[in-house]
């Protein structure tokens, strides 16, 4: 019953929230911009593969970055105009809160994840004029969108300032994991490289489904230091 | 009722409640008195279960406010500022607060009305006057008609009106045998209001009674606080005030 | 000259500034690292260089945190007060203020990009099978100071016109990666070899792969200049008009 209430009241502040809208449009804006983009470098022949649904969420690799930054905000909100503690003051229960912001934020971060990958394919189809012959590498792409977006609801709890979680998180997907991939081979076991096993199994040694495993226990151990410290810390 | 007993709060080395114990009873509008810095908001910060102490006990009703049942019905709490995020609006902020205790709609529009912020519920916070934005924080702590009412500074920011409508409504809750606990440094405004003083100086309690036995054989409370926190003479130099 | 002191030790004062400082010193110089144990590689006359490029992250976040920490009100007892009243009240030049800034942002970015060159370089000149630093060298690295200045003015200037660093950050962190979204541009339109960071890395990187198009350094540094020029310029109309 608490329980219930929490996450109620939890969605109703994420949804309450300009930010989480306009990050969640301007995301799925960019993506679609960027999926014209590689359609076309695909119709040039400069890319490396014409396959529709390869090309199509060829973006999702740029695209993860508003995922990222819509679970940052959702978590990091709490500490603008001290509205942690009115928060806490309603729900004493700290790790039941947290909890339930995590739980939240998936609520309105998967669907953001499938129409952001279906739309991306579908308008790739579009531009290149074939029709996909697979639908896995979408469910993997949601997948792997909600679990970074918990990761961002996470690192943001533990950071509390937006600005400190969003540059450390998008410095580790986009500069120091793409780097560490090409240099290091235990890279694979990474967050980011793992993850894109799920949908790009190209690139990675692991499966679809090692990438996925991987993935999740990240995010729970990420999950699981955030509640203790949440738990622990004063507010 | 609250009761804080052997209160002990560290920070950095530094510590910043020594010790202190008092309590609050229901029906009585209990003053928390004492200079910039004391340990006012710490202690309130502690009880509310938002800081955690080095040692002893703050409990509301005899529980730590972490463990209560139904924390919006059973204490309310203006801290500083409006504690809203400043893009939300001022309906949408008491929405949330109100699911989370499975409170009506209906009672969001009834403590808009109470502190007199209807006209201004569809605004954002961020637009709101510093008044506004306590009436905000206000109408938040009103929202489960609490037993406890506690208030770090009441009337920063208000105008004349606010500050005669949170004495009134201040009196009217102890009236109706509701606890009510509030921090100050404005000894004028406080004398006005409390029943109780509670007067703190560097994280020790330096005085505890009624109004009119603290205030003794002083003229007012703002000469017994002077007396009792050394801050008249630091003000000015050891001469007689 | 009082304005650009105050700014300066306002950034000094900012541990976000540090933060900044540190990625952009560690980043290239662990990454290069890495590389310079691996043997040698193919572009290794950009051995170095093209780590650079990647560090130029911290002159990013040193550009955003500059003007967004004017902004900032997520300290928990801040009360809403924002640090820019402050600073409008004691430089009421809005003009002034932001020149200052953006005196104390590029002086920032260059140093660091000093910094950041020589650990870079010194680890890998460490490296048994790179080249010695040569003659050739000293335009290139002039050209990483270049560059990083003009992207932390960049990225300043983009902060200055959104009020928030979350965006302009997002932005340019995601276009720092390994292949940016102005290089995926590139294999659409030539032209996109002429947006900022694309003309700006060639004052220093000598062969971008799958890349044809030459852009003389000091040509490639006019261009990046032009684009930070016109942007500071519209960031500044905007700043001096709307309300604080």
């Known amino acids: ?235 | 009722m609250v009761t804080i007993d052997g209160l002990v709060k560290r920070r950095g080395g530094r510590e910043i409640l020594s010790g202190i114990g008092f309590s609050a009873r229901p029906g009585r509008v209990t003053g928390f008195l004492g200079p910039n810095g004391a340990g006012k908001s710490s202690t309130l910060r502690v009880l509310l279960g938002l800081d955690r102490a080095t040692a002893g006990t703050a409990l509301i009703d005899g529980v730590p406010y972490a463990r209560l049942r139904d924390p919006l019905g059973t204490v309310g709490a203006v801290l500083d500022g409006s504690g809203a995020h400043r893009a939300r609006t001022g309906r949408a902020h008491l929405r949330w607060v109100a699911r989370s205790a499975g409170l009506p709609r209906a009672r969001v529009d009834e403590v808009l009305e109470l502190v007199g912020l209807t006209h201004a519920a569809a605004k954002r916070v961020g637009t709101y006057s510093l008044g506004m934005g306590r009436r905000l924080a206000m109408a938040t702590a009103l929202l489960g008609d609490p037993a406890v009412l506690i208030l770090d500074e009441p009337v920063n920011g208000l105008d004349p009106e606010g500050i005669r409508w949170i004495r009134t409504l201040l009196r009217e809750r102890a009236a109706t045998g509701r606890t009510v606990l509030l921090s100050s440094h404005l000894m004028g405004e406080l004398a006005e209001t409390v029943d109780d003083v509670v007067v703190i100086d560097a994280g020790r309690i330096v005085a505890d009674g009624t109004l009119g036995e603290v205030t003794g054989a002083h003229r007012t409370l703002e000469d017994a606080f002077f007396a009792l926190t050394g801050g008249g003479s630091r003000l000015t130099g050891g001469g007689a005030r | 000259m009082r304005a650009l002191a105050a700014e300066l030790a306002k950034l000094a004062s900012l541990p976000a500034a540090w933060v900044a400082a540190a990625t952009g010193v560690l980043v290239p110089s662990a990454v290069a690292a890495m590389t310079a144990r691996g043997g040698p590689v193919p572009g290794g006359e950009d051995i170095g260089y093209q780590e650079l490029a990647f560090g130029v992250l911290g002159a990013i976040v040193l550009g955003v945190v500059a003007i967004s920490s004017e902004y900032v009100t997520e300290s928990a007892e801040s009360g809403g007060g924002r640090q820019i009243t402050t600073s409008l009240t004691a430089v009421p030049s809005r003009t002034r203020f932001l020149l200052a800034k953006m005196g104390a942002v590029a002086i920032g970015g260059a140093l660091l990009a000093v910094v950041a060159a020589a650990a870079t370089m010194g680890v890998v000149q460490a490296g048994a099978q790179t080249p010695p630093l040569g003659a050739g060298d000293v335009p290139r690295l002039a050209g990483v100071v270049c560059y990083w200045a003009l992207t932390a003015l960049l990225a300043f200037g983009v902060t200055v016109l959104t009020r928030h660093g979350v965006v302009p950050l997002a932005l340019f962190i995601v276009n720092t990666s390994v292949v940016s979204v102005t290089y995926l541009l590139t294999k659409i339109t030539l032209l996109a070899n002429y947006l900022p960071d694309m003309a700006g890395v060639r004052m220093f990187i000598r062969r971008l792969p799958d890349n044809d198009v030459e852009i003389a350094p000091l040509t490639a540094g006019l261009v990046m200049a032009a684009w930070v020029a016109a942007l500071l310029v519209v960031a500044t109309v905007v700043f001096t008009r709307r309300d604080a």
């Not at chain 1, 040039?44 to 993860?64: E, K």
């Not at chain 1, 993997?140 to 950071?159: K, S």
Request: proline share 4%.
């Open chain 1, 1 to 235: 019953m608490t329980a219930a209430r929490a996450l109620a009241a939890e969605l109703s502040k994420l949804l309450s929230l300009p930010a989480t809208w306009l990050t969640i449009a301007g995301t799925l804006a960019a993506n679609l911009l960027l999926a014209v983009a590689f359609a076309q470098a695909a119709l040039r022949g400069t890319a490396a593969t014409r396959d529709v649904v390869d090309v199509g969420l060829a973006s999702i690799g740029y695209a993860q970055a508003g995922f990222v930054v819509l679970g940052v905000l959702a978590a990091c909100s709490e500490y603008i105009g001290g509205q942690i503690r009115t928060t806490l003051a309603a729900m004493p229960h700290r790790a039941r809160q947290l909890a339930a912001k995590h739980l939240a934020t998936a609520i309105v971060a998967l669907p953001a994840a499938a129409l952001t990958a279906f739309c991306g394919v579908a308008l790739t189809a579009l531009v290149l004029g074939d029709t996909p012959a697979t639908f896995g590498p979408i469910l993997g792409v949601t997948g792997y969108l909600l679990l970074t977006t918990l990761i961002g609801v996470a690192a943001g709890a533990l950071a509390r300032r937006t600005l400190v979680a969003v540059a450390v998180l998008l410095g580790y997907f986009f500069v120091a994991g793409p780097l560490l991939r090409d240099n290091l081979d235990l890279a694979k076991y990474l967050p980011d490289t793992a993850g894109a096993a799920m949908w790009f199994p190209a690139g990675g040694a692991l499966t679809p489904a090692q990438g996925a495993l991987v993935l999740t226990a990240w995010t729970a151990a990420l999950i699981a230091v955030a509640l203790a410290g949440h738990h622990r810390r004063d507010a």
